[in-house]
């Protein structure tokens, strides 16, 4: 099994900036993938941003340019640097990883971002 664990949430303006982490235990050579989703209230879980085994990244549309993600394979460790943060980015965030032998899911409890205005 997999298990992982976010933190780095909290209250923050609009315009600041958080740092998210996500740190996984367990079966850590099963990871391929990696990525945050998040959802706001009422809303559908969207993803954020993924980062590939081999560091390939790509972003959902409302944070390119403002949000990074990032990887430490030695410490099985994802971040999302998140800047210029706006209220719409208000969410729980989750971390997400595809496993593989066998091919599976693994998500994480959440940690709660809230930007004011």
């Known amino acids: 099994q997999v298990q992982l664990v976010e933190s780095g949430g909290g209250l923050v303006q609009a315009g600041g900036s958080l740092r998210l982490s996500c740190a996984a235990s367990?079966?850590?050579?099963?990871?391929?993938?990696m990525a945050w989703y998040r959802q706001a209230p009422g809303k559908q879980r969207e993803l954020v941003a993924q980062?590939?085994?081999?560091?390939?990244?790509k972003y959902g549309d409302s944070v390119k340019g403002r949000f990074t993600i990032s990887r430490d394979n030695a410490k099985n460790t994802v971040y999302l640097q998140m800047n210029i943060l706006k209220p719409e980015d208000t969410a729980v965030y989750y971390c997400?990883?595809?496993?593989?032998?066998?091919?599976?899911?693994?998500w994480g409890q959440g940690t709660l971002v809230t930007v004011s205005s």
């Open positions: 997400y990883a595809a496993l593989i032998i066998p091919t599976s899911d693994a």
């Open positions: 980062i590939s085994g081999g560091g390939s990244t």
């Open positions: 367990g079966s850590t050579f099963r990871i391929n993938a």
